[in-house]
């Protein structure tokens, strides 16, 4: 069942058409994706999808709730974190979970989210004195603390170490685990890959593409390359005359071999066959990032 | 507890571990009463204040002094960088209006200026027995008058900056020509008559203080200013505030 259906949504401002027209559903539970480039209009679209921002066309629907018309409502359910929203410097851990708490009828265990967050030895630590990823930590417990079904996350771990980023991963899955229904909006491909059930990639106002990770690099291309170091010389025929491939290039003392499925089975037949040995032998699918600029003609990074 | 019960406690919490807040808007105006008050001269009837000692009569200037620096300089510096800082916004994201944050720094800050007050006159009472405020209904709506119109000015001023620089950069030309017309630089009899005059309907409102202070009923003119600046500017405020 759909927890969040958007319909056709279109914002202006002045003259430009900032979302043109975007239309997804969130099934309960799922971790919903929205990907794009810089200025595509990702955070235009959960903006109205929260109610912070109104739309100039189509419909929103977030557990039945119109985020204009019932915006209080809905925000005891819907928990929020915000790109770059930042604390008083002088509050303390601890009491910003419990004014934010204060704000729901229904809150959360201020002290199991405080624990699971790593916060548990920071509680009377004042918020300038935290870390940036203790800050994004907190900034993501507040958006916990009124026990929401749905949770919209933005640009979840800019600005985060490696280690600090794959722990935010996990707890964002045991939040999944619990119930909780996440939309998460990011523009990087390996966070989306790894915690999306669904993404949509969003460009100039549009959806270009909205499936699952492996359906999205499937969609842009079936090919698959290998690439080895060949223990003896061979003729290039060798391997072109297989079916199963379709180039092949040399660089140096590499080889660099194009084609459908099963190319690996085939072309590691063939060396066996001919006792050539195959160092180095890599296999190179398309990644999220190669289907990523072909869907947006843009680089993910930027 | 409600929310604005809690934002209440918390901002008053931050307010007190400020520093710059708690020593300047709490303690100064009483410190500087007490600083003047232990010149032996100015503890002396001068004519040129028409028989008063110089502390009685610059007394009701530390209450300007009290409740300009946090009405004027504290308060839209802490609205202004909320704002900045994205505080307000994720007001936005739960289910309070970021509104019942402005009331609760209005509540923290009209609290601390009646504390500051109080520790003025309770001051000037006990170690140089500077009187009570002797029209003590007129002083009451002197005091309410003056505090609303200097906080809608403060609130005007958290309206309009762009950036917490800006607002501090703004509300301090406006705590000087507080003070300078107050008489906090320069006690009024030194000030030109023009000037003196001016001050007398500049918020507060120096002299419908003084009045009451000394037992005469305040003058109904500055007073109807003050309202009105109240209204006025707060007015304003309310409709031009940004929350982001």
Redesign the interface.
């Known amino acids: 069942m759909a927890i969040i259906e958007v319909q056709d949504l279109v914002k202006d401002y002045g003259s430009f058409r900032a979302v043109d027209g975007i239309s997804f559903e969130v099934g309960e539970g799922e971790i919903f994706g929205i990907l794009g480039p810089n200025g595509a209009g990702k955070t235009t679209t959960v903006e109205c999808v ?1 109610g ?1 921002r109104s739309r100039d066309g189509g419909s929103v629907k977030v557990m039945g709730l119109d985020p204009e018309r019932d915006g ?2 809905l ?2 359910v ?1 928990g ?1 974190q ?1 790109q ?5 410097d ?2 303390r851990v601890g ?1 910003a979970l ?3 708490g ?4 229904q809150r959360a265990d201020t002290d199991r989210l405080i624990e699971k967050l790593g916060l548990g030895g920071k509680r009377k630590t004042p918020y300038g004195k935290l870390s940036g990823g203790q800050q994004q930590r907190l900034s993501i417990a ?2 916990l603390v ?1 026990n929401p079904r749905v949770a919209v996350l933005d640009e979840l771990t800019t600005g985060l170490d490696p280690q600090a980023r794959r722990d935010t991963w996990d707890l964002i899955e045991q939040v999944r685990n619990s119930g909780v229904t996440i939309i998460l909006v990011t523009h990087f491909m390996d966070e989306a890959e790894r915690l999306c059930d669904r993404i949509a990639v969003v460009d100039s106002g549009k959806i270009v593409a909205l499936d699952t990770p492996a359906g999205l690099t499937a969609r842009v291309s079936e090919e698959q390359r290998v690439r080895f170091r060949p223990s003896a010389e061979f003729p290039d025929s060798l391997l072109l005359d297989l079916p199963e491939v379709a180039r092949l290039e040399r660089s140096g003392p590499h080889v660099v071999v194009t084609g459908g499925e099963h190319l690996l089975q085939a072309v590691a037949s063939v060396l066996a066959r001919n006792q050539i040995v195959a160092a180095d032998l890599r296999v190179e699918q398309v990644s999220l990032d190669d289907a990523f600029v072909a869907l947006t003609g843009k680089s993910p990074e930027n | ?3 604005l019960g ?2 209440v406690q ?1 901002e008053t ?2 307010f007190l ?2 520093p710059m807040s708690f020593t300047i808007g709490l303690l100064l105006p009483a410190a500087v009463l007490l600083g003047l008050g232990a010149v032996p001269m100015l503890r002396e009837p001068s004519p040129d204040m028409g028989g008063q000692r110089f502390i009685d009569y610059f007394a009701p200037s530390t209450l300007v002094m009290a409740v300009g620096v946090i009405g004027l300089t504290n308060l839209p510096a802490v609205l202004a ?2 704002r900045e ?3 307000l ?2 007001m ?6 970021p509104a019942k944050l402005l009331l609760a720094q209005l509540i923290v800050n009209i609290g601390a200026s009646l504390a500051s007050a109080l520790l003025v006159i309770v001051a000037g009472k006990l170690v140089f027995d500077v009187p009570m405020p002797q029209h003590p209904w007129g002083f009451a709506i002197a005091f309410v008058l003056g505090i609303s119109s200097v906080f809608a000015i403060g609130m005007l001023v958290a309206a309009v900056a762009p950036t917490a620089r800006a607002a501090s950069g703004l509300s301090t030309v406006l705590f000087m020509s507080v003070m300078f017309f107050g008489g906090v630089y320069l006690p009024r009899f030194m000030l030109p008559d023009a000037v003196a005059r001016i001050g007398d309907y500049v918020p507060p409102g120096v002299q419908s203080l003084l009045d009451a202070w000394t037992g005469t009923a305040p003058a109904v003119i500055p007073l109807v200013v003050m309202a009105a600046t109240a209204i006025g500017a707060g007015a304003v405020a309310a409709r031009i505030f940004k929350w982001e």
């Open positions: 929260e912070l209080a409502e925000k005891q819907l929020i915000l770059e929203s930042r604390l008083p002088r509050i009491e419990d004014l934010y204060s704000f729901y009828r507040l958006a009124g | 507890m409600s929310s809690k934002l918390i919490r931050l571990r400020d960088a909320y800082r994205g505080v916004r994720r936005r994201t739960t289910p309070i209006h």
